[in-house]
């Protein structure tokens, strides 16, 4: 029976006195009293062109990143014959992009900036694509090298938003690739459709939710079963849709950006009373900092959301203009840069953009949507999921229940406190007050972020084993017949576990042959216990379980 061992205790190794587990409670959700979990429909769809023919071709075929002389010297022209119009005094970045400071950036862009050289950085890592729904689907893939025979390397995905790209995460994948604290990582990073070297959806209402239905066939077609989840912007709402799709799938959901629909009375009281009794509402002293004066924000908000209603309703229109202008793309893409980094910068003559930013790496990004043409279709993204009031949708009334963990960046632009987010994410382990950084934090910070989903995942990891653990002794208490291996001898004990009382500390004591005739054994979960082997099995008060 002992070959039976359960395949989820795979390559875990503790020691722990089953005289101390505690096995009863709220540590045991998948035992007793396990919420009721609620999932969104998963749907299907086709967003090639209709002259497209329908295939179930499953190839995943490497790709690289490519340019050439004509494409460099197109862009130089379109750069030589740009028109500016001359700042207003003393506006900085009050009234959008300093056209003084976007002659600068224009100039080093055509004169300084090496887009071979970029080509190169892009290609650093491994490029594949892969057909889903009519779609070739870009994605970069690689694992922590060098790891040992016999340690799990936990599978993430990182999705990013716009204006950014694949790009976002390239200062943030070698914290992530580096193997330390016991954790190594097979990184999947796609591009969403319609944003860079990803295919751009030929029918209508490509949004979120179908998004996250080809990322976890890409999951599923790269042959993973369980993941990690990490995403900011878009990339917040597609990665929520996907545990909210396939939860069994998703063994940990780690955000950068993150908010619950306002509305109820409990949240507006929360928001009236909050900056004078905060502890009254569950706020803390930085929730306050971040969330007033309530006036202030609101109008930043605003003043950092016209984007969106152009882009929610004629994305066509002013995209046509981004596409066919790199000056006006790079001023598009670039201000959002500024502003979403840091409020303040607006007040700066040059926008605050080198102040965190290797113009390299910005123009690098800019590059990727200029010279796969994806403004518009990204900015379509925008129209798909507002054409319709997008609270009413399913995901916006169905919570969240994987384990979730928050990075709360003190310039993202709005703050959702701890009391307000469990409203939908119904399991949080843990909940970070980013000392610094804004809405581009793996662009930004990239070594917090990593450090923070590192520490959330050591946090998921830990919970799952203990959780093991405790439903593995749960199972023995109904169990009378176990296998205990005794050094190289394999023994059968009939120990059952019991609980006592009010305390819920298991114990074993030898069972009589009624118990054992009377044993019922599961092989799916069955443990196998083993012991010193210098100890008898039937005279262990306290016995070491070693997994």
């Known amino acids: 029976m002992h070959a039976a061992v359960s395949s989820r ?8 006195s089953l005289a101390g587990l505690r096995c009863r409670g709220p540590v045991l959700p998948r035992l007793v009293g396990a919420r ?33 002389d004509e494409e460099i010297k197109d862009l130089h022209q379109r750069l030589d014959r740009a028109r500016y119009t001359d700042a207003l005094v003393d506006s900085q970045f009050n009234y959008g992009f300093n056209s003084a400071y976007l002659q600068r950036i224009a100039s080093y862009w055509r004169n300084q900036f090496d887009w071979n050289g970029q080509v190169d950085v892009l290609n650093k890592y491994p490029h594949f694509k892969t057909r889903i729904e009519g779609l070739d689907v870009h994605f970069l893939h690689m694992s922590s090298p060098h790891v040992p025979d016999g340690q799990a390397v936990q599978p993430v995905m990182l999705v990013h938003g716009w204006p950014g790209s694949f790009f976002e ?18 990184v999947i990073c796609p591009s969403i459709p319609g944003f860079g070297y990803s295919d751009a959806p030929q029918q209508q209402g490509f949004d979120t939710l179908a998004a996250a239905r080809v990322f976890l066939k890409l999951m599923e077609r790269l042959g993973h079963s369980q993941f990690y989840l990490q995403g900011g912007d878009w990339g ?26 306002f509305g109820g009375p409990a949240m507006f009281l929360s928001l009236l009373l909050g900056s004078y009794l905060p502890s009254l509402v569950g706020f803390s002293k930085e929730d306050v900092k971040r969330l007033y004066p309530v006036e202030k924000n609101f109008h930043a908000l605003l003043r950092e959301t016209g984007y969106l209603h152009m882009q929610a309703t004629k994305p066509d229109t002013a995209g046509c203009g981004l596409n066919d202008s790199p000056v006006g793309l790079a001023a598009y893409i670039l201000e959002k840069f500024s502003a979403w980094t840091d409020s303040e910068n607006s007040n700066l003559e040059d926008g605050g953009l080198e102040r ?5 790496d910005l123009l690098t990004n800019v590059m990727i949507y200029w010279t796969t043409g994806s403004i518009i279709p990204s900015m379509r993204f925008y129209r798909e999921n507002l054409k319709e009031n997008i609270l009413k949708r399913v995901d916006a009334r169905t919570g969240v229940y994987v384990p979730t963990g928050l990075a709360a960046f003190p310039e993202e632009l709005f703050h959702c406190p701890p009391p ?23 662009f930004e910070e990239p070594q917090l972020l990593a450090d923070d989903f590192r520490k959330f995942v050591m946090a998921v990891e830990s919970k799952a084993k203990v959780l093991d653990l405790c439903e593995a002794a749960h199972f023995l208490s109904s169990i009378s017949v176990f296998t205990a291996r005794a050094g190289t001898s394999t023994v059968q004990a009939c120990v059952p576990l019991l609980c006592h ?33 210098e100890r008898d099995v039937e005279k262990v008060e306290d016995p070491v379980l070693e997994l």
């Open 356 to 360: 965190k930013y290797q113009l390299d």
């Open 36 to 68: 009721t979990v609620t999932t969104i429909p998963i749907g299907d769809g086709w967003w090639g062109s209709e002259r497209q023919q329908r295939s179930n071709d499953t190839e995943i075929y490497q790709f690289t990143v490519e340019t050439s």
């Open 420 to 442: 307000w987010a469990r409203r939908k994410y119904q399991n949080i382990l843990s909940y970070s007050f980013m000392p610094r950084g804004g809405h581009f934090a793996a």
């Open 9 to 16: 205790l795979h390559n875990c190794r503790l020691n722990i």
């Open 236 to 261: 917040s709402i597609i990665t929520n849709n996907m545990a909210q799709m396939r939860p069994e799938c998703v063994k940990g959901l780690h955000l950068n950006m993150f908010n619950v629909p």
């Open 501 to 533: 009382g009010n305390t819920g500390r298991p114990s074993f004591r030898p069972a009589g042959k009624d118990t054992r005739r009377n044993a019922r054994l599961s092989f799916s979960r069955l443990l196998v216990f083993q012991f010193t082997p």
């Open 169 to 186: 995460f390239y200062k943030m994948l070698p914290f992530l690739l580096q193997r330390e604290d016991g954790l190594a990582f097979e």
